[in-house]
């Protein structure tokens, strides 16, 4: 052992120790995180000093890289709305294949659920291929897909050809969610809750936004107007399109290929990951199934149909809020402790929807949302770190198989609505997210991904 003496700069803040000599070995001492003690100093943006209330992933992350990353974050979030705009599209379309192609309502509803059950099953298989080997090509060539198959239902050959075309676009939208959220969370760098909010943010935008495409494009009489609809497909390509890997300026985050994606498989919490898909599951139950009868339940109650598309607009407009406030909250309390809160909040909220006056149905209806994507994005970003060597597997369960059980739910939701009335169907709904907090306050919370030595 030999002791190096090193002179202590007040101008940095760093009071060093002792280090071993040897190759490398004071390098890397000076650039440990763990092995120094931090001052008060000001930050004065220069990526070697040091600022205490800065990670030390941080502190050795050039400043000037953030808005790079933020950027690609943006990208992303984007062309997630252009794929996203197509899962709604396909309910969008159902008036007029109904109304223009004399489809009865079990055949319309047959093309709604082969889209959206294809699109759930098959993207844990997606998520495991992007595990196994990276796949950049995949995400533009899947938004491709989704758009093209939304844009062949205009051909109008045959009910079998609709299914088909809807089919495509369903596994379009199958494969680019598991390797989108993979990339995403590897752009991100570290636990990345602020950046797949934003992500999630931007699907909520795209489903949302899919009825006014669908009217706009088709008041264009003839094949214009349906492959109008392939516009935004064209526009997420670009948007997908793969970028150049990270340069070694961009810091130890950018430089790791992702977060966890190098741990052992031994380091894997499958019983946490098991837990947290049965809470996901609750959440889609609770919140397909309101949106799915809210505009009913208020026309029930003698709202109109303006006052329940205005309860549904709210229920869209409460969840992109959520979506966006969860990433916020989780810098905050952390994951965990976020996505239990919000499930906790949420059971009052649905029951202020069935038993407050009319006006107020509107409020809670927005809150109820809100309170239910609060854990949208978190619960990704959780699963990822349960099972941190297949972050691709574990995307395409959070995000794909365990929605559709909400979609599943829904007819029972209607047959008792049909024996007895909408708010009484939707009475178990309040009781949902009291089960999902109880499951979900058991979750761990998986340490923070540190840099990887060397980076």
Known sequence: MVVVPVRVDPDVGVELADARRGPGSVADFLHHPAIYRKRAAPDTGDPRSVNPSKTAAEQLTPTRTRPVRRRRIAAYAAGHSCVDVYQGAVAALVPFLVSERAYGYAAA?????????????????????????????????????????????????????????VALSGLGVAAYHPAAARLV???????????????????????????????????????????????????????????????RTAGPEAARPAAGAGAAAGSEDRRAFLRLSL??????????????????????RGGGETAGAVALFALFAGSAGGTLLGGRLASRWGRVTTVHRAYAAAAPAIAGVLFLPLPLVYVCAALAAAALYVPFSLQVTLGQDYLPARMGTASGVTLGLTVSVG??????????????????ALLPLAVLPLLAWALARRLPEPATPEPAPGA
């Open 109 to 165: 509803s047959g093309i709604v659920l082969a889209a959206s059950l294809l699109s759930s099953v098959v993207q844990p298989l997606f998520g495991a291929l992007a595990d196994r080997r990276p796949m950049p090509w995949l995400i533009p060539l899947s938004t491709a897909a989704a758009g093209l198959g939304i844009a062949l239902v205009g051909a109008d050959v045959g009910y079998p050809a609709t299914v088909a075309a």
């Open 185 to 247: 969370r590897t752009s991100a760098g570290g636990p990345g809750h602020a950046a797949m909010s934003w992500f999630a943010l931007g699907g909520n935008i795209g489903f949302a936004c899919a009825p006014l495409l669908v009217v706009g494009a088709l008041s264009v009489h003839g094949p214009a107007g349906w492959w109008l609809l392939a516009l935004p497909a064209a526009l997420g390509v670009v948007l997908n399109l793969p970028r150049a890997a990270p340069d």
């Open 279 to 300: 809470v996901v599951v609750v959440r889609s139950v609770a919140f397909i199934g309101l949106s799915t009868f809210i505009a009913l339940y208020v026309r029930e």
């Open 407 to 424: 979609g599943v739910a829904s007819p029972f939701i209607g047959a008792v609505a049909d024996a007895t009335s909408v708010r009484t």
